[in-house]
């Protein structure tokens, strides 16, 4: 798949009601600071279109990047973020809940953990309740390139372990700064939408 068009044609936020959209939906989710912003923009060549920060917390929104008139990549708000109240963090994480739960269109849910540390307890808790939930999930490892050659199969096999993801499952290892799996990320895209989805 080659991209040719980027658009971002709709945020929503904590009060708004998600779109009808007439294209099938590719979520991207993670906690804070994963890299889901540089993620997207390597997808979509574009540098700094998805608002990246080395502040965690950036993305507040619910955010649809329109890509060749014929899908959205959903850039979902990042969890786990400890700088702001509670009672946001709730907001945040019910707003992310009615969008996984409610999206007619969504076709494939991308989790993003670093691959350089252990899943966080709300990771472990994200990937099950997906898991739970049945939704159509794949594992994103980022920044793989910050791992030693000499551990990066252990560590990514650990990482996979810890979310008791399945053996079968789609698990791609990730960097923005190198481009590894990029293509492998854009070729799931593209079976997906020949294959409806399913």
Known sequence: M????????????????????????????????VGKSSLINTLMQRKNYARTSGDPGKTQTVNYYNINDMLYLVDLPGYGYAKVSRTTREKWGKMIERYLTGSPSLCLIFLLVDSRH??????????????????PVAVIATKVDKLKKSERDAQLNAVRDALGFPEDGIFIPFSSATKEGREELLAELEKRININCS
């Open 2 to 33: 080659k991209i040719r068009k980027v658009n971002l044609d709709t945020v929503c936020g904590i009060t708004s009601k998600f779109p009808e959209t007439s294209f099938p939906e590719f979520a991207f989710l993670g906690r804070s600071n």
């Open 118 to 135: 252990a899943p966080t307890q709300d990771d472990r808790m994200m990937a099950e309740w997906l898991l739970y939930h049945k939704l």
